[in-house]
């Protein structure tokens, strides 16, 4: 059964994931520390140095909602332990870095004016503190280095700090609609986050929030656990036939996938998917029943890359015109056709023709079914004339296009609105 109050993440579909932090400043990505094994006097360096003179949220907000996307997630703390936030349990924060500003608040009042839905991105793991293990994590920057090899640290102290930044953040910068936690492997998962009493807290300061399914849950479960979560958070994939629980019934989604190779600024990377690519993306996660967060990786100087923002306009533009066939819909329940893809909301079946082909566009089993179409785009009528040929395939209804070439070549939307 739906839950009330993830009405809203069903219905918005598509959202902005912001990945940044001091990572920005190598630009290298957000592992580098990892990657690299930075040593730690290194990595100080650009926490001493990360000044984001033009950060703007309020121009990050309004590119969200200029490129059609519903919401929005920001790194409050990545794996680095960097906190773009104001925590009185770390001195490890912007506001102590040349920035002297709480980034995060800035963000929530930016996203929030321009009518979005606000999240945070919170990382489980912490590179910097103290006392997060090292001995036997093969994950942690300093795994393969002699000094910290029998370094064990406090992990229930670690678990404590971290349920006490967890607090802040759902008491401090008012409403908050998702909490995105990263992420839960080998012995770190489940209760060894005291996870069961973390989601506790998270919806008791925050009725209504929607959660992921990074805590170490099984979400799929027919009887999940309390801190599984809200929807399932498939990473730079997108399942074939969307996401099912044990019972094969349909669970929430989302699809996190970045524009290009990165999370974080990686000044080198410029293997950019192009705006087609990601309608298209877009449009087969909804035909799926899920939603798309789309990542952007903003520079140390506080900006979102011209290449991101040249594509997100373009986006916007094909979401102005079409974006009826993407908020609130979900899977068509029907086959997936050989010219594209199907959406659906109630009474109306959205055709999302990426293929033109030749001849009318065969609509199986739509016979007698359609009261009327029109061009998404425009509202401008598209016939449904059945060619002369075509009496062997008395069960189908064929939509005629006066041209041989698609309106849209990205994706042409058809509203179908059924008897």
Known sequence: M?????????????????????????????WVKQQESIPEWQYQSYFGTFNPIHYDPAAWAHLAR?????????????????????????????????????????YVEAFRAEGLKVGFYYSLLDWHHPDYPVA??????????????DHRGNLPRYVEYMHHQVEELMTNYGKIDIIWFDFSYDDMQGE?????????????????????????????????????GDFASPEQIIPPEGVTNEAGEPIPWEACITLNDHWGYAAWDKNWKSPRTVVRALVECVSKGGNLLLNVGPTAKGEIPEECVDILHQVGKWMHRNGESIYGCGHATLER???????????????????RGIGPINLRGLEGKIAYARLLADDSEIRLERPWNAAEYPEDAFLSFPTAELPDEWDTVVELVLK
Not at 193 to 221: F, S
């Open 2 to 30: 739906e839950k009330e109050y993830l009405k809203w993440f069903l219905e918005a579909r598509f959202g902005m994931f912001i990945h940044w932090g001091i990572y920005a400043i190598p630009a290298r990505g957000e």
């Open 66 to 106: 200029t490129a059609g996307m519903k919401y929005a997630v920001m790194t409050a703390k990545h794996h680095d332990g960097f906190c773009l936030f104001d925590s009185q349990y770390t001195d490890y924060k912007a506001t102590n870095t040349p920035a002297k500003r709480d980034l995060i608040r800035e």
């Open 136 to 149: 036997g994590d093969r994950i942690h920057p300093y795994r393969n280095n002699p000094e910290y090899q």
């Open 192 to 228: 060894a986050w005291r996870a069961t009493e973390l989601v506790q807290m998270v919806r008791r300061l925050q009725p209504g929030i929607v959660i992921d399914n990074r805590l170490g849950g099984n979400i799929k479960a027919r009887e999940p656990e309390i801190y599984a």
């Open 337 to 355: 056709p050989e010219w594209g893809r199907w959406t659906r909301k109630g009474n109306r079946l959205y055709a999302h023709i990426l293929e």
